[in-house]
């Protein structure tokens, strides 16, 4: 158990459907991840946050796509009028405190991902 | 830009043999390397990780060294068991600013009785 939960850990929606999942990091930590992984594939970054700054988001997030984190401790991912290319799987990460942010020494911990299909 | 290259899989291999999976690297600067794995079913989880030239990382049987000069951070096991059977990830960070992950396509591992 790496401290890292997501909810729900699967979803099935229909195309054009809005669907949306959270994470909730390890504790006291500021940094929060979002991934995604198609099958076959490496995840892939998608944005990230330190507290309740989205300080960076990757060009496969589409406009499609909202990521919040109030308040610095959940984050939610938000993806409007899905089509059946999102189908995926959502990893958020975020590393244990203590980790040094700096020099490149991170390391983060993945929760068990939400699964989405989108028929 | 910056990226992790895997070998190709799937790897199939019988318990006790000898594993290597080839990870190699593009980075502009001096990022941190890892290794994770993906068993069926679960989530990603840390296996081991190097942050610079020369270090070894290792973690249940498995050794990975940062090799600077040939930028590479090959997955070594002496003796494989069927347990091991999963997915392999390698991965780079900078860490700070520049801390998202980036990883390799993965390479499954079958170990067979």
């Known amino acids: 158990d790496t401290g890292v939960s997501q909810n729900p850990r699967h979803k099935i929606t229909k195309r054009g459907q809005n669907v949306t999942f959270r994470c909730d990091p390890i504790?006291?930590?500021?940094?929060l991840y979002w991934y995604r992984q198609t099958l076959g594939q490496g995840p892939e970054f998608l944005t990230y946050?330190?507290?309740?700054?989205?300080?960076?988001k990757s060009r496969l997030l589409s406009d499609r796509f909202s990521a919040e984190r109030p308040k610095g401790s959940f984050s939610t991912l938000e993806i409007q009028r899905t089509e059946q290319g999102d189908s995926a799987m959502y990893l958020c990460?975020?590393?244990?405190?203590?980790?040094?942010?700096?020099?490149?020494?991170?390391?983060?911990?993945f929760g068990p991902g939400t699964r989405l299909l989108v028929l | 830009g910056d990226s992790v290259t895997q070998m190709e899989g799937p790897v199939t291999l019988s318990e006790e043999a000898f594993l290597t999976i080839n990870c190699t690297y593009t980075?502009?600067?001096?990022?941190?390397l890892f290794w994770y794995v993906q068993y069926p079913g679960e989530g990603l989880q840390l296996l081991l990780k190097?942050?610079?030239?020369?270090d070894k990382g290792s973690n249940k049987g498995f050794e990975a060294t940062y090799r600077k000069e040939t930028t590479s951070f090959h997955l070594e096991k002496g003796s494989v068991q069927v347990s091991d059977s999963a997915v392999y990830f390698c991965?780079?960070?900078?860490?700070?600013?520049?801390?998202?992950?980036?990883f390799g396509k993965g390479t499954k591992l079958s170990v067979k009785p």
């Open positions: 990460a975020s590393p244990r405190p203590g980790a040094s942010l700096h020099g490149g020494k991170e390391t983060q911990y």
């Open positions: 504790s006291e930590h500021n940094r």
């Open positions: 946050f330190q507290n309740e700054a989205q300080l960076e």
């Open positions: 980075a502009t600067g001096y990022p941190s």
């Open positions: 190097a942050t610079k030239a020369d």
């Open positions: 991965a780079l960070t900078y860490g700070g600013s520049q801390g998202n992950l980036i």
